[in-house]
């Protein structure tokens, strides 16, 4: 059983889709990021830089609980402990690690900004820093949309959790200043993993979520 302490936000979903994916039974808990929860000791003492997403693994290394931040890392541990959703050959291994540090390095924080200067303060005097993370998030559009010109899915034929990490960041590109239209590749390939049913399954879990109610999964 995971205990995810957690919220609905693009980098919360990634965990509940991974563990619906994987079929690990798991209990969310509601970490409300709007009211302050995420600064609570008993939240800071599994996540200190106050962030969700966070887990609790009760049969974690040696069959004892273990508690983790970081979305990327989470999937990681996740992909590990159940052998799904990263390549075992070292190569597809190595290309799925280097497309969720580009998540994590740089889809996450930059499309975080320019959704931040879109949506939250619009006014002239952000024109600039609009202007530049908008430019940069389009650029990272490309990139992404490259990648997936030859390629079914981002580290090639097999989905993996670089698509999860990706994918759960792409929702609502024109809050971030973006057209879905500009990039077909990446249009395609987010759809086929909408279609998925634990991106279905996710949607339900988050409603509760945001309820303030826990959700017990055994996918
Ligand atoms: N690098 C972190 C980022 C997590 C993050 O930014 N979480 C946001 C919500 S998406 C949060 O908890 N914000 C609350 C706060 O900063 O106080 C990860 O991927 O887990």
Same mark, same amino acid.
């Given at each position: 059983?995971?205990?995810?302490?957690?919220?609905?936000?693009?980098?919360?979903?990634? !965990?509940?889709?991974?563990?619906?994916? =994987? %079929?690990?039974?798991? =209990?969310?808990?509601?970490?409300?990021? %709007?009211? %302050?929860?995420?600064?609570?000791?008993? #939240?800071?003492?599994?996540?200190?830089?106050?962030?969700?997403?966070?887990?609790?693994?009760?049969?974690?290394?040696?069959?004892?609980? *273990?508690?983790? #931040?970081?979305?990327?890392? &989470?999937?990681? *541990?996740?992909?590990?402990? =159940?052998?799904? /959703?990263?390549?075992?050959?070292? !190569?597809?291994? *190595?290309? =799925?690690?280097?497309?969720?540090? #580009?998540?994590?390095?740089?889809?996450?924080?930059?499309?975080?900004?320019?959704?931040?200067?879109?949506?939250?303060?619009? %006014?002239?005097?952000?024109?600039?820093?609009?202007?530049?993370?908008?430019?940069?998030? $389009?650029? /990272?559009?490309?990139?992404?949309?490259?990648? /997936?010109?030859?390629?079914?899915?981002?580290?090639?034929?097999?989905?993996? +959790?670089?698509? +999860? /990490? +990706?994918?759960?960041?792409?929702?609502?590109?024109?809050?971030?200043?973006?057209?879905?239209?500009?990039?077909?590749?990446?249009? $395609?390939?987010?759809?086929? &993993?909408?279609?998925?049913?634990?991106?279905?399954?996710?949607?339900?879990?988050?409603?509760?979520? $945001?309820?303030?109610?826990?959700?017990?999964?055994?996918?």
């Amino acid at each position: 059983m995971i205990d995810v302490y957690s919220w609905t936000t693009g980098n919360a979903r990634k !965990v509940y889709i991974m563990l619906e994916e =994987t %079929g690990l039974a798991y =209990t969310a808990h509601p970490v409300n990021i %709007g009211k %302050g929860d995420q600064f609570k000791p008993e #939240f800071l003492s599994i996540s200190p830089n106050n962030k969700i997403p966070a887990i609790v693994d009760r049969d974690g290394p040696g069959g004892t609980p *273990y508690s983790m #931040f970081e979305s990327g890392a &989470i999937l990681m *541990y996740l992909a590990e402990k =159940t052998g799904q /959703l990263i390549p075992a050959d070292p !190569v597809g291994r *190595y290309q =799925t690690i280097q497309w969720s540090m #580009f998540q994590m390095g740089d889809v996450g924080p930059i499309f975080g900004q320019a959704g931040h200067y879109v949506d939250k303060t619009g %006014g002239p005097e952000h024109a600039v820093a609009r202007e530049h993370f908008v430019e940069d998030a $389009r650029r /990272l559009m490309r990139v992404i949309d490259g990648r /997936l010109s030859d390629n079914d899915y981002i580290v090639g034929p097999d989905f993996t +959790i670089a698509d +999860i /990490l +990706i994918w759960s960041w792409c929702r609502e590109p024109e809050k971030r200043g973006l057209n879905a239209d500009d990039y077909p590749n990446f249009k $395609r390939w987010f759809a086929t &993993i909408a279609a998925r049913p634990a991106i279905a399954a996710v949607d339900k879990v988050c409603v509760e979520i $945001r309820a303030g109610r826990d959700v017990r999964r055994d996918p």
